[in-house]
């Protein structure tokens, strides 16, 4: 695996594929203070381009190299996002994994079968008609968790940051003078969750999942992220 460039205080995403849906994430990770580049075959025909789109990069790239990473500048990349064929979407995250150490990858895959593949990348898979399915379950079974997953509260919000503050590093999440209306759900080292409790020490790297009022958030971010 490639080693992965350090925070630079800001997110950047790239996302492999232009239409809809890709302006859509897009413009949601704006609105969430990411960067965020569409690479495309045919950004150059692409015809739809509105006032909301302006802070997205649509960059034309000629084929799916590193050369072509390089130019898009991958090398500063926290997330890719993978939209085209399953084929293509497996050279992206080979290209990201193995000279990039990008951990980030989402890919929409169209047939499951490719699913262990992806999956031994580190990729993260979205199946569309699964996804509904799953989707729809949830709201059945968990509504209220759902709902915040989803951001559709907007007093509410559930985020994920980084430990990248040393001055973190061996605290105990009990240490951490959160604002009363934060609750942190799940710390996530490498591939396993963490059994989070308030004696869970946090190390550089880990993921910690929070809950709690936007405002808010942007105070955990800082303590935590740096």
Request: glycine letters at 8%; a negative charge; one cysteine or more.
């Amino acid at each position: 695996r490639g080693q992965p460039q350090g925070f630079d205080g800001i997110r950047h995403a790239i996302i492999f594929g232009l239409e809809d849906q890709s302006l859509a994430v897009a413009r949601l990770l704006t609105t969430h203070g990411w960067e965020v580049t569409i690479a495309s075959r045919t950004a150059d025909e692409w015809p739809r381009r509105v006032a909301e789109d302006e802070a997205i990069k649509i960059q034309a790239i000629p084929d799916l190299s590193q050369s072509s990473f390089e130019t898009i500048g991958a090398k500063g990349a926290d997330a890719i996002i993978g939209l085209l064929s399953n084929d293509e979407n497996y050279r992206i995250c080979e290209i990201a994994y193995e000279h990039y150490g990008i951990e980030q990858l989402v890919v929409r895959l169209t047939d499951h079968e490719d699913y262990n593949r992806f999956h031994e990348l580190g990729a993260f898979v979205v199946e569309p008609a699964l996804a509904t399915v799953n989707l729809l379950d949830l709201f059945v079974r968990s509504p209220i968790a759902t709902s915040l997953l989803l951001e559709m509260n907007k007093d509410q919000a559930v985020m994920e940051v980084q430990v990248r503050n040393r001055t973190a590093r061996g605290r105990a999440l009990r240490e951490l003078r959160l604002p009363l209306d934060v609750l942190i759900l799940s710390v996530r080292r490498g591939h396993s969750t963490l059994v989070s409790h308030g004696y869970t020490r946090l190390d550089l790297g880990d993921w910690v999942t929070v809950v709690g009022s936007p405002e808010s958030l942007d105070k955990v971010k800082l303590q935590i992220e740096g």
